[in-house]
């Protein structure tokens, strides 16, 4: 079983549309909690970085942590064409290195 | 922009070669981190410097090799090139002092023939 499981996708939605992204894990030494974007094989741009559970909110884009569940969430509002992407969670552990999810595809339809 | 710099944007060789790959990290940035991306694994952690020494290291192969200079650019050695080290080789830099948040560059696309 892999440290961190994230839906591959794709994941098409219409403009406008509310979009959730999840990740599971399963190590509970995890600390710190990230969401990326990743344009077609382009470098990661840093979304979203939060430690407690909770929800934080940037603009249009949320996330939100459940560490008694080991489950995160990105929810994009108002999504547009231009959110079409892979979107990348990642976890940091007590060492500062990165596990990544898989990735999920996002498209956004017109 | 994240402003951390990487060269160069493409490379292409033939197996059993070696190549260099540099990383320029974010201004005051004393952490540095090397990551592969291939189609079948997704992105994988390899090692990490901090200040110049070693801090961390993830599924890096015995033919790979990274240091960290006083001037805290890093290079990411790769040798006896297989075809399946095929992939994009992503820096990433951190400060303690900034949230300790990673800011990835643009990548290295390598393509091994």
């Known amino acids: 079983q892999k440290e961190v499981e994230q839906d591959p996708g794709p994941l098409s939605v219409p403009e406008g549309a509310i979009v959730s992204l999840n990740c599971t894990y399963s190590?509970?030494?995890?600390?710190?909690f990230m969401w990326y974007r990743q344009y077609s094989r382009k470098g990661p741009e840093l979304l979203m970085y939060?430690?407690?559970?909770g929800n934080k909110e940037d603009g249009r884009f949320t996330a939100q942590v459940d560490k008694s569940s080991k489950y995160i969430s990105l929810f994009i509002r108002d999504s547009q064409p231009s959110d079409s992407a892979t979107y990348l969670c990642a976890m940091e552990t007590s060492s500062y290195k990165l596990i990544f999810g898989s990735g999920t595809r996002l498209l956004v339809r017109p | 922009d994240s402003g951390v710099t990487q060269t160069p944007k493409h490379l292409i060789t033939a197996t059993g070669q070696r190549v260099t790959l540099r990383c320029s990290p974010r201004?005051?940035?004393?952490?540095v981190y090397w990551y592969q991306q291939s189609l079948d694994q997704g992105l994988q952690f390899l090692i990490q410097?901090?200040?110049?020494?070693?801090?961390a290291k993830g599924n890096i192969l015995e033919r790979f090799s990274a240091q960290q200079f006083p001037d805290l650019h890093s290079e990411l050695n790769l040798s006896s090139l297989e075809l399946g080290d095929s992939a994009l080789y992503f820096c990433?830099?951190?400060?303690?002092?900034?949230?300790?948040?990673?800011?990835f560059g643009p990548g290295t696309r390598l393509t091994v023939l």
């Open positions: 190590n509970s030494a995890f600390q710190y």
């Open positions: 410097y901090y200040n110049g020494e070693e801090r």
């Open positions: 939060t430690y407690s559970s």
């Open positions: 201004s005051g940035d004393l952490s």
């Open positions: 990433a830099s951190s400060s303690r002092e900034r949230g300790n948040e990673q800011f």
